[in-house]
């Protein structure tokens, strides 16, 4: 019930196009669901965050959806670019609970 | 500037040596936490504190040991029990155990030889 399943492990894109990263969880005690980005030796970054009272936030080049009854939310990547590349982890919280999903290796192609 | 800071970048360990990893913020955050990372894969909780004095164990904490003396010191010890200690650690905190957003710093990466 705590885990954030997370796919595709790895992912190739070609620069312009678009990247899409799911997840999906189980409680639905969970309130709060943030995208980190970690580029390779370095700690995770906050990227964009959503809570399940709206279903879509978009800044930038990065759009959040989010289906409540489905129990999943993406990352949409536009306009992919070569320094988009890293590794993007999902996440979930409510309280003092934060569990993280595996996270997707994402290559954009010059 | 406000931030984490993790010292050091890199660290050699000799088997069966303890080695402490240094965790500093000065955010004014309460909570903070760590994490190990391990090649390809996600990100695990050692221990985690809420508070100056109390900390609490997270899903991995065997092996390691945590001190909370300071708000904004929350250094590892990563003790000769710990069986497979190379990974790259990281640390981070949060306004308080309760709010969302956990920043992290740029993390120690622990060899053993």
Same mark, same amino acid.
């Given at each position: 019930?705590?885990?954030?399943?997370?796919?595709?492990?790895?992912?190739?894109?070609?620069? =312009? =196009?678009?990247?899409?990263?799911?997840?999906? +969880?189980?409680? !639905?005690?969970?309130? +709060?669901?943030?995208?980190?980005?970690?580029?390779?030796?370095?700690?995770?970054?906050?990227?964009?965050?959503?809570?399940?009272?709206?279903?879509?936030?978009?800044?930038?080049?990065?759009?959040?959806?989010? *289906?409540?009854?489905?129990?999943?939310?993406?990352?949409?990547?536009?306009?992919?670019?070569?320094?988009?590349?890293? !590794?993007?982890?999902?996440?979930?919280? +409510? =309280?003092? *609970?934060?569990?993280?999903?595996? =996270?997707?290796?994402?290559?954009?192609?010059? | 500037? /406000?931030?984490?800071?993790? #010292?050091?970048?890199?660290?050699? %360990?000799?088997?069966?040596?303890?080695?402490?990893?240094?965790?500093?913020?000065?955010?004014?955050?309460?909570?903070?936490?760590?994490?190990?990372?391990?090649? /390809?894969?996600?990100?695990?909780?050692?221990?985690?504190?809420?508070?100056?004095?109390?900390?609490?164990?997270?899903?991995?904490?065997? /092996?390691?040991?945590?001190?909370?003396?300071?708000?904004? #010191?929350?250094?590892?010890?990563?003790?000769?029990?710990?069986?497979?200690?190379?990974?790259?650690?990281?640390?981070?905190? #949060?306004?308080?155990?309760?709010?969302?957003?956990?920043?992290?710093?740029? /993390?120690? %990466?622990?060899?053993?030889?």
């Amino acid at each position: 019930q705590q885990q954030v399943k997370q796919s595709p492990q790895s992912l190739i894109v070609q620069k =312009g =196009g678009i990247s899409i990263i799911n997840c999906a +969880y189980e409680n !639905t005690a969970f309130d +709060y669901f943030p995208w980190y980005q970690q580029f390779p030796g370095k700690g995770p970054a906050l990227l964009i965050a959503i809570r399940p009272d709206v279903s879509e936030k978009k800044e930038g080049r990065f759009t959040i959806s989010f *289906n409540k009854s489905a129990k999943q939310f993406s990352l949409h990547i536009m306009d992919s670019q070569p320094g988009d590349s890293a !590794t993007y982890f999902c996440a979930a919280s +409510y =309280g003092q *609970n934060f569990v993280f999903g595996p =996270g997707t290796r994402l290559s954009v192609l010059p | 500037d /406000g931030g984490i800071t993790q #010292s050091p970048k890199y660290l050699f %360990r000799k088997e069966g040596q303890n080695v402490t990893l240094s965790c500093e913020q000065n955010l004014n955050h309460d909570a903070m936490y760590w994490y190990r990372q391990d090649p /390809g894969q996600g990100l695990r909780l050692i221990y985690y504190s809420q508070i100056v004095n109390d900390f609490q164990k997270g899903d991995i904490a065997e /092996g390691y040991s945590v001190s909370r003396e300071k708000k904004e #010191s929350f250094p590892l010890t990563v003790t000769s029990a710990q069986k497979n200690p190379t990974a790259f650690y990281l640390c981070a905190s #949060s306004i308080m155990m309760s709010t969302d957003t956990q920043y992290f710093g740029p /993390g120690t %990466r622990l060899t053993v030889l």
